[in-house]
């Protein structure tokens, strides 16, 4: 489905305006010549300009017209991450525990977890799906689900990778209780106990329980802020014994970096002629901000390298706890683990979720989805331009949740961390995210709520605990 005319204009303008075409101040074309200019209707030019308002791009100045208020280019950018330094892996599993204990207190503006809100995903559509199979078949859910996952389920998400790029069968996916647990199998599959196994620097700290509980190695490789894991290194990590690669390709936590489409060529290109194995977790693979989907590493596989694990987690129900994993050559295996680990998944969240994705317009609730996401994410980064310090520096995303925040050297996002837990604010601060890695200036956030007053004002106290 394409774009209405104001969309694609607001499009084009919010471009120029990111990109520091225009900048802070520029009048825009008054509402009549752009009109005039672009052969459209005053009406869409009208919605054009309204959009870009709503994200808090320009203002409207009574007689005189619109002008641009805010571009992301304002800000100072991260352009790279601290290297690494002597392990601190019982640092980083303490703070962990710490973190996700402190969530459980009430009243909690929680800035702290990668997730939706509620707010923002389809639960009218969800709980009528829930409705519609109890009422249809009860005994059904009662019942074991089928050890491949439930049939209608893996034929949807056959349909919904093509976008990324992929073409599958329903009988060549096997669903699993969310994402983490297909990368497990995946792991446990092409590797054995002792093996290590190459990850980005910095990465979801689950991965390194993943892989330190099947009995094998982290080695984290350095990543780039904006374009990923770094080849070169992966390479020479590779050349020193690494059997295999998880790698977020999309949008990645907590660096929100996406691999660019000749990189993951060469990724997958990579780990074939090395004869190892990548795991790709495309969790967020579908919550980009642009025009278009990147196609999965996957896509570009020929010769079965190349593992991909996925969920409904970051997109519809995080718990629902659906997840899937295409194992390609590895069937066989990823099935025999599954079935010693847990022989099935939920029959009720399954079925619900195949009856929303053939009834709840999927594909329209993502387009919204993603819309809200890109506004939440330019209200949130405005906030921060308002409130934080001028020396602070942040990422800026392009899907996905987070944004990644550097304070100068020497400052301690642990203690900024239970400073602001006694103010009712929840962050994740960086160390939670490398075992390596010096990351103990920066921290992360989530825009996964809606920006309100009470959001503002979090931002706002942060920005006050960073200047003490």
């Known amino acids: 489905m ?88 019982q640092k980083a599993t303490s703070l962990a525990e710490e973190v996700y204990t402190n969530l459980k207190k009430e009243n909690l503006v929680m800035l702290s977890v990668n997730k939706p809100d509620a707010a923002v995903l ?64 995946a792991l446990l599959t092409v590797t054995q106990p002792g093996d290590k196994i190459a990850l980005e620097s910095p990465t979801y700290f689950g991965l390194f329980k993943a892989i330190e509980t099947a009995g094998r190695i982290p080695v984290e490789i350095h990543s780039d802020p904006l374009t990923g894991i770094e080849l070169e290194a992966l390479e020479e990590a590779i050349e020193e014994g690494v059997k295999a690669c998880i790698v977020i390709s999309s949008f990645s936590n907590p660096l929100g970096a996406s691999l660019p489409d000749d990189k993951r060529k060469a990724l997958v290109e990579l780990v074939t002629r090395k004869n190892i ?13 642009g025009n278009a989907r990147q196609k999965a590493c996957k896509a570009y596989d020929t010769k079965g390298h190349v593992i991909l694990c996925s969920s409904f987690s970051k997109s519809v129900a995080p718990g629902y706890r659906v997840g899937w994993v295409i194992p390609g050559r590895y069937y066989g295996e990823v099935l025999n683990l599954k079935m010693s680990h847990s022989v099935s998944t939920s029959s009720l969240t399954e079925i619900a979720m195949a009856h929303f994705l053939e009834n709840g317009r999927y594909d329209l609730h993502m387009r919204n989805l993603r819309k809200v996401l890109h506004l939440q994410s330019l209200q949130y980064l405005q906030a921060i331009h308002r409130h934080f310090p001028e020396d602070i520096k942040v990422s800026q995303p392009h899907g996905g949740f987070v944004v990644w925040v550097e304070l100068p050297k020497g400052r301690n996002t642990e203690e900024l961390y239970r400073k602001a837990l006694e103010r009712g604010i929840s962050i994740a601060p960086g160390q939670l995210f490398s075992q390596k890695a010096d990351l103990n200036n920066y921290f992360r956030l989530s825009f996964g709520k809606p920006f309100t007053n009470e959001i503002d004002m979090a931002l706002k106290v942060l920005g006050e605990l960073m200047a003490e």
């Open 2 to 89: 394409g774009k209405f005319i104001y969309q694609e204009l607001s499009d084009r303008f919010e471009e120029m305006i990111v990109q520091g075409t225009l900048k802070t101040g520029d009048r825009l074309p008054s509402v009549r010549s752009l009109s005039k200019e672009e052969e459209i209707s005053i009406s869409s030019v009208y919605q054009a300009y309204i959009d870009l308002e709503s994200k808090g791009l320009i203002e409207a100045r009574p007689k005189s017209g619109y002008y641009v208020k805010f571009s992301p280019r304002q800000m100072h950018r991260i352009t790279s991450v601290n290297p690494s330094k002597p392990d601190r892996a």
């Open 122 to 185: 389809p639960v009218a559509k969800l709980k009528n799906s829930l409705l519609q199979v109890i009422r249809k078949d009860p005994e059904e859910l009662l019942d074991y689900n089928s050890i491949y996952g439930n049939e209608s389920l893996r034929r949807q998400i056959a349909r919904i990778s093509f976008s990324a790029g992929i073409t599958v069968k329903s009988e060549e996916i096997i669903t699993t209780s969310g994402c983490l647990e297909a990368i497990h199998f």
């Open 277 to 289: 194995y990548l795991v790709e977790d495309d969790i967020y693979g579908e919550l980009y901000f």
